[in-house]
C-alpha cells in the first residue's frame, strides 16, 4: 500500500493551521513529492536546551537534494491518520529520542525558490529539551549559539535560514 501523507492544496497554504484538519488531505508520498498544486505539511522544529544553545546537523536523511547542507530544524511528514502534534512528537523522537519537551509555535516556512520548496510547507516551533540524543541520519551534530548559527547561515538550507529568522524575530 501507497505511503499516505498530510497535504494541503497549495492555494490555500496562506491559510493552514497546523490545529485545524480544515483544507487538508491525505496524498500518496509520490505523488505529492512532484504535484506542486500539494505542499506537504512539515513539522519543522529547531531544538534548544535550558542554555539556550541550538541543535544544528548536516543533512542526510530521506530527502538527497538536500544532503550535505546545515541544518537547525528536525521534522518531517505526518503519515496517514495521524495528527499534526501526534506526528512531530514521532519524528523528534525518530531523529533525536526527544520525548518530553515545551513546543513554541513560530509560524509557517513555505518557500518556492527550490524544487523541494515548491511541494512543502513548514510549520515552525521551537522545542525546549535537555534530552535529546540527535541519531545517525543527522550527521555531524553540533550545539551552537544563535550567534554561531547565524554565522553558518550561509552553509544553511534555506528553510534553516528562515527558522533562524523566526527564532530570532518572534511575533
Same mark, same amino acid.
Given at each position: ?12 497554504? *496562506?491559510?493552514?493551521? *497546523? ?24 513539522? *519543522? ?127
Amino acid at each position: 500500500m501507497e505511503e499516505l501523507i498530510l497535504c494541503v492544496p497549495t492555494n490555500k497554504a *496562506y491559510a493552514y493551521k *497546523y490545529d485545524s484538519k480544515i483544507g487538508t488531505c491525505w496524498v500518496p508520498h509520490k505523488e505529492a513529492d512532484i504535484d506542486e498544486s500539494f505542499r506537504q505539511v512539515i513539522p *519543522y522544529c529547531a531544538v534548544r536546551r535550558d542554555d539556550g544553545k541550538i541543535l544544528s546537523y548536516r543533512r542526510k536523511g530521506n530527502e538527497s537534494r538536500l544532503h550535505g547542507l546545515l541544518s537547525i530544524g528536525v521534522g518531517g511528514h505526518i503519515d496517514a491518520g495521524e495528527e499534526f502534534m501526534e506526528g512531530m512528537d514521532r519524528e523528534l523522537y525518530e531523529e533525536a529520542a526527544i520525548m518530553n519537551c515545551g513546543k513554541s509555535y513560530l509560524g509557517k516556512i513555505e518557500l518556492s525558490d527550490t524544487e523541494v520548496d515548491k511541494v512543502h510547507l513548514g510549520i515552525a516551533f521551537i522545542v525546549d529539551t535537555d534530552e535529546a540524543e540527535p541519531k545517525e541520519e543527522l550527521r555531524e551534530p553540533k550545539w551552537v549559539t544563535l550567534d554561531e548559527a547565524s554565522e553558518l547561515e550561509a552553509e544553511m538550507e534555506p528553510w534553516s535560514q528562515e527558522l533562524l529568522w523566526l527564532i530570532k524575530n518572534p511575533f
